[in-house]
């Protein structure tokens, strides 16, 4: 059997298949970036190798949920702030007029830079924004980040624990998800630093199904890989979460 793809929601690192389409900015301190979010749906915003500190908004055109584990940010247009579009048609020809799209963000990292993102809103699925400042930058062992989390994904996938890394608890707790499946936690896999969760998924309707990594997605999650996208009736698949703990 083959982990057909991981999803990882951290630090700008790329993934097979990933729900998010990537735009990748290459900046120095003080840049304006010019970048697109969805109109409907969470878009991530990250510093490649760094943290984002401070998000300054001039007013509540978004909603911004910040993960401090990992450092990025998610962004939401509020209902009453997304574009609005007016079709107009003349003969064959469809025009397009979008109003009240461009949001200005200002960002300040934990080196200190600062980024003036002008945002517009469009309608796309989930976007993901990435910062890659330019000149002396440190890491701040965000690679042995990324490492720890597909580790522990292999390791769930796998059902194997790796010596001493973390501790492995029995669920077997069913969930209410959707009425089309049946949906059971079947193990944890926790460390002082994440929790990974394995769930049973079945399609208990009479149609095929397609699943996605965003369906399961909530604050604090870094990390999702679905077993088996598509079921037809009555398949199982399963499904990998792994989440970032929070500070007591």
Not at 172 to 197: A, C, H, Q, R
């Amino acid at each position: 059997m083959k982990l057909n793809r991981i999803c990882l929601l951290i630090l700008g690192f790329a993934c097979v298949n990933t729900v998010y389409a990537v735009q990748e900015f290459q900046v120095s301190n003080n840049a304006e970036v010019d970048a697109i979010i969805s109109d409907h749906d969470v878009s991530r915003i990250s510093i490649i190798g760094g943290k984002i500190k401070k998000v300054k908004l001039a007013s509540n055109q978004l909603k911004v949920d910040t993960d401090d584990v990992t450092g990025q940010i998610f962004v939401y247009p509020l209902k009453e702030n997304r574009p609005v579009i007016t079709t107009t048609k003349i003969g064959q020809l469809h025009t397009q007029t979008i109003s009240g799209s461009m949001i200005s963000l200002f960002l300040i990292d934990e080196a200190g830079n600062s980024f003036n993102l002008r945002l517009r809103m469009q309608s796309v699925p989930s976007e993901t924004i990435l910062i890659k400042p330019v000149g002396s930058y440190k890491l701040n062992g965000s690679t042995d980040f990324t490492n720890q989390v597909v580790t522990i994904i292999e390791d769930m996938y796998l059902d194997r624990k790796s010596e001493d890394s973390y501790v492995v608890s029995e669920q077997n707790m069913p969930i209410k998800l959707w009425k089309e499946v049946d949906f059971e936690l079947y193990k944890t896999y926790g460390n002082d630093l994440f929790l990974g969760s394995v769930f049973i998924l079945r399609n208990k309707s009479t149609k095929e199904i397609t699943l996605s990594e965003n369906q399961f997605w909530k604050p604090n999650t870094v990390a999702i890989s679905i077993e088996k996208p598509v079921l037809q009736p009555g398949e199982v698949t399963k499904v990998f979460i792994v989440g970032a703990k929070q500070d007591e």
